[in-house]
């Protein structure tokens, strides 16, 4: 092979390459949306039981089709408290078994029948032309994907195919088992993607190519990705709280020790290929995906009832930091998927909610009770709350600007929300402030309407425990309950008034005390709208995912 023909056959490898990482992006992309629900719920069933730990990561991975995304999500969920270590390391031994799907789909392309899957490019994207539906759309392009891994199969295998004696001689000088060790360590690296490398060496096997002697050569190589798959969750990991960095540490000890059981296996055992996949399986490239499977399937077994020991010796390699940050369920790895992140917002905006409600109790008694000195606590909790505000604002713009439309209307409505209970937090600061008039100004009042107002904001906090159930739990049917104490809060308000007039006549109270009275109902009644509006926006935005809309009387 001459210099030109060296060059013509790295482009169409590359050209290859890169077909098949674009169809790969959209199949995993497209099929994440579609199955947004079914990802939340497989990680919201996180346990203490290992068996369904790495069942999680394994299907997660199976319907991500990336080991690393999903080792970067399981890094994400430690950093913000979601799952511990002993749940993070079982999830990414599953993630690893659940990455073998795609050098199982690479594998199909050694049967003719593969040719024909080609046409799925044409019509996967003739289907997101012609369709309307977003969900039609997203099938288009998943049929398109899996067109376009083929397709890249292909074309990789006709750039070796054609210069098979150049490419031939290249590699039959590579046999060095630790040579290969790193060059798949190395390529792997540098691409961020296993399955691709992996698909490489399929491919090869297609064209009829082999590594070294043809035995367990190609083995070793495929050894070296499953330790260059960890690169990515460890550059995520720069940054991240002690944990994170203790869960991408676990991934990469796992991929290291397996690699290494696995490489004395092979060296002490030089015709193992020969005597167990190629007796097995008819085609070389079946041979390498089931040696894969069998590499992860092996690793997790061995290692999974061994889960306490990963953690401990993280924890022995990474110290505890003196200084820990603000608990927070927002962390910039759940973008990948921003089905996750937007479930982890969710969980920020109740976070929020407490964080407010809590500076709304505090103020409260300090007008009640007169004391001046819990007015600085409710302004500190009022403060925190801004600042948990304003994080999420943000991380909420920089989520939108990396989603689709299937995202859209749940972050049209996390934005609604957060502004709405981040009102409950400038109602308190306006009761700090009702306070301090009263004191300054010496205003006192009765006994009565220090009970009426008791009697207001018992309906607010239940008003609030209800709201509350119905975000998180997603319970709908409790909106009625919402809209009910909502009615009851607007009778309060005018009963409170008209009663407050009645002991002006009477002369029971100060015309002088009737602004802050007045405007310290007004609020607690404001208070009720917006969690009100907060119920019935989680409630629409369901109703519009399910192409109904949500009953009742409220409005945002």
């Given at each position: 092979m001459d210099g030109q023909g060296l060059v013509l056959f790295f482009v169409r490898l590359l050209a290859g390459t890169g077909v098949f990482l674009v169809g790969v992006h959209l199949l995993t992309a497209n099929i994440e949306q579609l199955a947004t629900e079914r990802i939340r719920g497989l990680f919201s069933r996180t346990a203490d039981k290992r068996l369904v730990n790495a069942g999680v990561g394994a299907a997660a991975t199976a319907l991500i089709q990336s080991s690393g995304v999903t080792t970067v999500l399981i890094v994400g969920f430690v950093n913000v408290g979601v799952v511990d270590l002993y749940q993070a390391a079982a999830m990414i031994m599953g993630a690893n078994v659940g990455t073998t799907v795609t050098a199982q789909i690479a594998a199909l392309s050694a049967f003719p029948i593969t040719t024909y899957v080609q046409a799925l490019i044409f019509v996967g994207i003739l289907m997101t032309m012609v369709c309307k539906r977003d969900q039609a759309k997203k099938l288009g392009f998943i049929l398109a994907g899996l067109g376009l891994i083929f397709a890249g199969l292909g074309l990789m295998s006709e750039a070796m195919r054609d210069n098979r004696e150049g490419v031939q001689r290249l590699f039959e000088t590579v046999s060095d088992p630790f040579l290969l060790l790193l060059i798949g360590v190395a390529l792997t690296a540098l691409v961020q993607s296993s399955s691709a490398i992996t698909s490489i060496i399929i491919a090869m096997s297609v064209a009829g190519l082999t590594i070294g002697t043809g035995g367990n050569e190609s083995l070793y190589i495929i050894l070296g990705t499953n330790i260059g798959s960890c690169v990515t969750a460890l550059l995520s990991s720069f940054g991240a709280g002690t944990n994170a960095r203790r869960a991408s540490l676990i991934h990469l000890m796992f991929n290291t020790f397996g690699t290494a059981i696995f490489l004395v296996m092979l060296l002490c055992w030089p015709?193992?290929?020969?005597?167990?996949?190629?007796?097995?399986?008819?085609?070389?490239?079946?041979?390498?995906?089931?040696?894969?499977?069998?590499?992860?399937?092996?690793?997790?077994?061995?290692?999974?009832?061994?889960?306490?020991?990963?953690?401990?010796?993280?924890?022995?390699?990474?110290?505890?930091?003196?200084?820990?940050?603000?608990?927070?369920?927002?962390?910039?790895?759940?973008?990948?998927?921003?089905?996750?992140?937007?479930?982890?917002?969710?969980?920020?905006?109740?976070?929020?909610?407490?964080?407010?409600?809590?500076?709304?109790?505090?103020?409260?008694?300090?007008?009640?009770?007169?004391?001046?000195?819990?007015?600085?606590?409710?302004?500190?909790?009022?403060?925190?709350?801004?600042?948990?505000?304003?994080?999420?604002?943000?991380?909420?713009?920089?989520?939108?600007?990396?989603?689709?439309?299937?995202?859209?209307?749940?972050?049209?409505?996390?934005?609604?929300?957060?502004?709405?209970?981040?009102?409950?937090?400038?109602?308190?600061?306006?009761?700090?402030?009702?306070?301090?008039?009263?004191?300054?100004?010496?205003?006192?009042?009765?006994?009565?309407?220090?009970?009426?107002?008791?009697?207001?904001?018992?309906?607010?906090?239940?008003?609030?425990?209800?709201?509350?159930?119905?975000?998180?739990?997603?319970?709908?049917?409790?909106?009625?309950?919402?809209?009910?104490?909502?009615?009851?809060?607007?009778?309060?308000?005018?009963?409170?008034?008209?009663?407050?007039?009645?002991?002006?006549?009477?002369?029971?109270?100060?015309?002088?005390?009737?602004?802050?009275?007045?405007?310290?109902?007004?609020?607690?009644?404001?208070?009720?709208?917006?969690?009100?509006?907060?119920?019935?926006?989680?409630?629409?935005?369901?109703?519009?995912?399910?192409?109904?809309?949500?009953?009742?009387?409220?409005?945002?």
């Amino acid at each position: 092979m001459d210099g030109q023909g060296l060059v013509l056959f790295f482009v169409r490898l590359l050209a290859g390459t890169g077909v098949f990482l674009v169809g790969v992006h959209l199949l995993t992309a497209n099929i994440e949306q579609l199955a947004t629900e079914r990802i939340r719920g497989l990680f919201s069933r996180t346990a203490d039981k290992r068996l369904v730990n790495a069942g999680v990561g394994a299907a997660a991975t199976a319907l991500i089709q990336s080991s690393g995304v999903t080792t970067v999500l399981i890094v994400g969920f430690v950093n913000v408290g979601v799952v511990d270590l002993y749940q993070a390391a079982a999830m990414i031994m599953g993630a690893n078994v659940g990455t073998t799907v795609t050098a199982q789909i690479a594998a199909l392309s050694a049967f003719p029948i593969t040719t024909y899957v080609q046409a799925l490019i044409f019509v996967g994207i003739l289907m997101t032309m012609v369709c309307k539906r977003d969900q039609a759309k997203k099938l288009g392009f998943i049929l398109a994907g899996l067109g376009l891994i083929f397709a890249g199969l292909g074309l990789m295998s006709e750039a070796m195919r054609d210069n098979r004696e150049g490419v031939q001689r290249l590699f039959e000088t590579v046999s060095d088992p630790f040579l290969l060790l790193l060059i798949g360590v190395a390529l792997t690296a540098l691409v961020q993607s296993s399955s691709a490398i992996t698909s490489i060496i399929i491919a090869m096997s297609v064209a009829g190519l082999t590594i070294g002697t043809g035995g367990n050569e190609s083995l070793y190589i495929i050894l070296g990705t499953n330790i260059g798959s960890c690169v990515t969750a460890l550059l995520s990991s720069f940054g991240a709280g002690t944990n994170a960095r203790r869960a991408s540490l676990i991934h990469l000890m796992f991929n290291t020790f397996g690699t290494a059981i696995f490489l004395v296996m092979l060296l002490c055992w030089p015709s193992f290929m020969e005597v167990t996949f190629q007796r097995w399986f008819p085609s070389a490239a079946t041979q390498i995906a089931m040696f894969h499977t069998f590499f992860n399937l092996t690793c997790t077994a061995i290692f999974l009832p061994f889960c306490g020991l990963f953690v401990k010796l993280s924890g022995l390699l990474v110290r505890d930091r003196s200084t820990a940050g603000p608990g927070t369920f927002l962390d910039e790895r759940m973008f990948s998927s921003p089905a996750l992140a937007i479930g982890q917002l969710e969980k920020e905006t109740l976070r929020l909610s407490d964080m407010a409600m809590d500076a709304f109790r505090t103020a409260y008694q300090s007008f009640v009770r007169g004391d001046e000195s819990l007015i600085d606590p409710a302004k500190a909790r009022i403060g925190q709350a801004g600042e948990v505000y304003r994080n999420a604002m943000n991380y909420l713009v920089r989520l939108s600007a990396q989603s689709g439309l299937a995202e859209e209307q749940s972050i049209s409505d996390l934005h609604s929300n957060l502004s709405d209970v981040m009102r409950i937090a400038e109602i308190a600061d306006n009761l700090t402030k009702y306070t301090s008039r009263s004191l300054k100004l010496g205003q006192e009042f009765s006994g009565a309407v220090k009970v009426e107002l008791g009697q207001m904001v018992d309906c607010v906090e239940r008003l609030y425990g209800v709201t509350r159930e119905l975000f998180e739990k997603k319970d709908f049917r409790l909106l009625l309950q919402v809209d009910e104490m909502e009615e009851e809060l607007d009778g309060y308000r005018k009963r409170l008034t008209e009663n407050h007039i009645q002991r002006l006549k009477e002369g029971i109270c100060k015309p002088e005390n009737s602004g802050v009275f007045i405007s310290l109902v007004s609020n607690l009644e404001r208070l009720g709208d917006h969690l009100t509006y907060v119920a019935h926006t989680a409630a629409d935005g369901a109703a519009l995912g399910r192409g109904e809309r949500a009953s009742g009387g409220g409005t945002v």
